[in-house]
């Protein structure tokens, strides 16, 4: 960990032909944070993503992650990463151990398999372990994903809408395992269009739009922006979500 931010972002700009994408983007995330940069479908997020993985050099201004500047040490940047995009990026035709010790080998680590072991522990999937992924739930193949990630320890992780097209319960798992990572002094810089999912689980939220961060705080401080909520009695009435699990918990218990 260094001891400034984790990642540092200093008027960040990216244009495609005809297309300004990030027009001035500022934000730092503390070391061990869940960080939350929320916005809509072509709001810029992966755009700001791609650049803090060098996958992708911004037109002006800087950024670092882990104390490395993004456009002078890239390679140092890379060490120090790992990137989770939209997509489960996992070999289907492997098991879930195979997968991992294949990642740990393929990043020299030593005893891949103990590696392997503690990662399916962790992410609640040793019983699947030698299960081939192709049969693998949603929310288990994000897991699996979110845990090969992990290996080589990176200090900081980016998740790039991590839940898309993932049911209620594997994005409640997804969820869980994001929060494991921060609670073990990960840095997680996590995108998503999910209003609710910044909600849970970021210490700070940024909202970027048309280019632009147009706020940045904790959850705490931004619903303090709005105009006090009067208060009345109103009885609590079940949501979708209370209706979904009580419905499937009651038909899956014996």
């Known amino acids: 960990m260094t001891a400034g931010p984790a990642i540092q972002v200093r008027g960040l700009e990216k244009s495609y032909p005809k297309l300004p ?14 960080f939350a940069l929320l916005g ?20 002006a201004g800087t950024a670092s992650v882990a104390g490395f500047d993004v456009a002078a040490h890239p390679a140092r940047v890379r060490e120090s990463i790992s990137l989770t995009g939209q997509f489960a990026a996992v070999d289907e035709i492997l098991s879930g151990r195979e997968n991992l010790v294949l990642i740990a080998r393929l990043r020299h680590q030593k005893q891949p398999g103990r ?16 299960r081939k992924v192709a049969t693998y ?3 288990m193949r994000r897991r699996l994903d979110i845990a090969m990630s992990l290996i080589g320890n990176p200090p900081v992780i980016f998740l790039d809408e991590p839940t898309t097209g993932l049911d209620p319960e594997a994005r409640l798992e997804v969820w869980d395992a ?9 840095t997680v810089l996590l ?6 999912e910044a909600e849970q689980l970021a210490d700070r939220i940024a909202i970027l739009h048309q280019g632009r961060i147009i706020v940045n705080g904790t959850l705490t401080e931004l619903k303090a ?17 209370d209706v ?9 218990s014996p």
């Open 178 to 186: 994001v929060k494991s990572l921060a609670a073990r002094g990960t």
């Open 244 to 252: 979904f699990f009580a419905i499937v918990g009651a038909r899956e």
């Open 137 to 139: 739930s949603g929310g």
């Open 21 to 34: 994408v990030l027009r001035g983007v500022d934000f730092e995330v503390a070391p061990g944070h869940i």
């Open 225 to 241: 922006l709005l105009p006090p909520a009067e208060v009345e009695y109103v009885e609590k009435q079940p949501s979708l979500e």
């Open 40 to 59: 809509s479908n072509g709001a810029g997020k992966t755009t700001v993503v791609k650049i803090l993985s060098t996958l992708l050099k911004a037109d």
């Open 191 to 196: 995108t998503t269009q999910y209003l609710e």
């Open 115 to 130: 590696i392997a072991a503690d990662l399916l522990t962790r992410f609640s999937l040793t019983e699947a372990a030698d």
